[in-house]
């Protein structure tokens, strides 16, 4: 018989399988020799002193550990459907294709994974950038290189679980079914991201690796097909457009072809970085906190005057990294590996940004806020990949930095005055901002922390709008725009389930 237990441990009791199993045995009656449980939820609360909540299932598995999907048939001789980009969204959408009996073919601008990897290894190294290859462009997207956190409010939208079910399989580690904040990790994306390529293929999809797609085969305002950098013509069924938020080409085609977009708001600011231990002595409230303990994180909002300012994509044990897609531009973002075991914890912390805000680019229409964020990445611009960067308390005193904290970014900071290089909404609302945040995590303006710039890649700042019934685009039919660069989703599990909806619902059309 299924039983549900609610546990409230230490991380002392969590860490120690033997006492932890001992305490399930009291608890449900059941002795430790017939005993079969499995965590169905998790959840740290380090408000007071930390400590675990648990949710366990006695005697049978719940549903959500069933990590088995549907299964994957062989779509070689299927109808065919055109998957722009191998990013989270475009990733999942071939998977449900083919779950569907739909055979995809992904075209990716930029390198496979392995290829990818060294690509990257050249940014950080102060060599030229590849500008399809990239921290932004590749498989995997922008998400296989940061975090890969999994944190999601978007149930309404989609089956979380369905993803994390898929990523499991694919080999991410099984905590994630059940952890509140799941992430995996850069190490572990990598390796599942392959392993997603091999069973497409080895399902009869398709990958088509360093091409651009630069035009859409359009006949009586229906797509049907795509032309790339290499001058090919492909023709399917239809077309997902799964690009990511930083293909600024797409969103010129549109704007070139007169199809319609229109500009959408997003966030701009800085990446903070300080010691990952004055960051667990923070939300840990002590010195000596356990050692069991994960590096602590943390989420913050605040207001300045009708905007929001907010931590986004926070790092823990992480590192800040590069991630212009073009020379003489500047912008940085996050990323940790599985076990967030480095010296340092890094978040974006950033300020709304309007339409009204672009005034200056209104010529542009719907590229308005995309011409703002362009002139912003090139204002940061110091040298190559050498950062501008400040001191925390520095900037709130309006004082340059004689010297900066250390820091993990490796290609080097420079000492700038960063309220020169932000716009001047942007320096007001971080300020307020950072002062609200340390009343609410009291030491978290210090001396020990740099602000380093640009945050500027939080979200597209163009939406390529699409029907709310067929899910395609409002004047293009059989195109389906969908995750970050459609302006759909806003991380890894909303991208996916996003590309997951619409591999649905193309099922449904093309199967009937």
Sequence with gaps: MQKSLHLTISPEIYANKTELEKLISKQSGISIDALSYTINKESLDARKSPIYHLEIIVDSAPLSQNIEPESFLDVSNSKEVIVIGAGPCGMMAALKLIQK???????ERGSMVEKRKKDIAKIVRNEPIDEDSNFCFGEGGAGTFSDGKLYTRSNKKGNVEEVLRLLVHFGAKKEILYQSHPHIGTDDLSRIVKNIREQIIKSGGEYIFDTKVINFIVKDNNVIGVITSKGEEILANKVILATGHSAKDIYQLFYDNNWQIEAKPFAMGVRVEHPQELI???????????????SAEYSLTAKYNDRGVFSFCMCPGGVVVPTPDKENIMVVNGMSNSLR???????????????EDAKEFAQYGALSLLKFQQKWEEKMYFDKRICPAERLDDFLKNKISSKLA???????LVSMDMKERLPKFVVEGLKIGFENFNRKMKGFITREANIIGLESRTSSP???????????HTQLKNLYPCGEGAGYAGGITSSAIDGINIAKKIAEELNT
Excluded: M, W
């Design 101 to 107: 009996g739909l055979r995809p073919i992904v075209i």
């Design 280 to 294: 667990n002595e923070i939300q840990y409230h002590a010195k000596d906190y356990s050692p069991l303990l994960p």
């Design 341 to 355: 075991s480095g010296k340092f914890a890094n978040s974006a912390i950033v300020v709304s940004v309007k339409e």
């Design 406 to 412: 250390n820091s993990s970014y490796k290609p080097g």
């Design 462 to 472: 163009v939406r390529i709008p699409r029907d709310r019934e067929t899910l395609q």
